[in-house]
């Protein structure tokens, strides 16, 4: 819990300090594609209408239409986005949720926030879709977690080394 807690504080402090620009937040399980890197600050700019930007899951169930993914977001440093992530905090204190299932039962409720979705430029997935390999900027990796953390590090290892990523 105290993982999820300190991510959510880290995002709070940063929009704190760069109020009115937008900061990026990334889990570390990402792959960037170094051969459009150069294209990626205009690809942002595109989106810079939006407080939030999250990747799309591309997982429908009972309760989201679809799910937003936390692992990668672009935040607009605003009065809005702070009262929301101090709610996230807020909610996350109050309960043993998954902080992914805390945004998003909150977005489900949002009407001050202007949220947008980035396309399949940052993919999100348990597996890589090759039509993508080369014009994707990001890739952040699905796992199905298990309480062996190599085994959750192979995983990912794998879908990198299966779809010909070149990992340093």
Not at 23 to 48: G, P, Q, R, V
Not at 51 to 74: A, C, E, Q, S
Not at 100 to 128: E, H, M, R, S
Request: proline share 1%.
């Amino acid at each position: 819990m105290n993982g999820r807690r300190i991510k959510i504080e880290l995002i709070i402090e940063k929009i704190l300090q760069n109020f009115d620009k937008y900061i990026i937040y990334s889990d570390a399980t990402i792959y960037i594609n170094n051969n459009n890197l150069l294209y990626f600050l205009d690809y942002l700019e595109h989106y810079k209408k939006y407080d939030l930007v999250f990747p799309n899951n591309n997982i429908k169930n009972d309760k989201f239409n679809h799910l937003y993914n936390i692992g990668f977001i672009l935040i607009k440093c605003n009065k809005n986005t702070l009262n929301f992530f101090e709610k996230v905090k807020h909610e996350l204190n109050l309960n043993k949720d998954w902080d992914q299932n805390v945004i998003n039962n909150l977005l489900l409720y949002n009407n001050i926030l202007n949220i947008g979705c980035f396309d399949n430029k940052i993919y999100c997935g348990y597996d890589f879709n090759n039509k993508y390999k080369n014009d994707f900027f990001i890739f952040k990796s699905f796992i199905r977690h298990t309480n062996d953390i190599n085994n959750n590090l192979n995983q990912r290892l794998f879908i990198l080394k299966k779809n010909d990523f070149n990992i340093y």
